[in-house]
């Protein structure tokens, strides 16, 4: 088991690195429930002062049937 002392760093790094994260959402133009899987792109623009960036997206959906 881990030290005690340790949790308040380890909190304070949790903290900053859910400060880093972004959830988008989007509403699709194409609003026809027909059950099809629809392909998803998500692109990034590369912006100085910047580091690495890293991107989790699913590629697609299924539109509801009904």
Do not use: C, H, W
Request: glycine share 10%; no cysteine.
């Amino acid at each position: 088991m881990g030290n005690l002392a340790e949790l308040p760093d380890v909190a304070e790094k949790i903290a900053l690195a859910l400060r880093k994260q972004y959830m988008l959402g989007y509403t699709p133009k194409n609003t026809a429930r027909d059950g099809k899987y629809r392909r998803v792109q998500v692109r990034l623009t590369k912006t100085s002062g910047l580091g690495a960036l890293r991107v989790i997206f699913r590629t697609g959906y299924y539109a509801p049937a009904e």
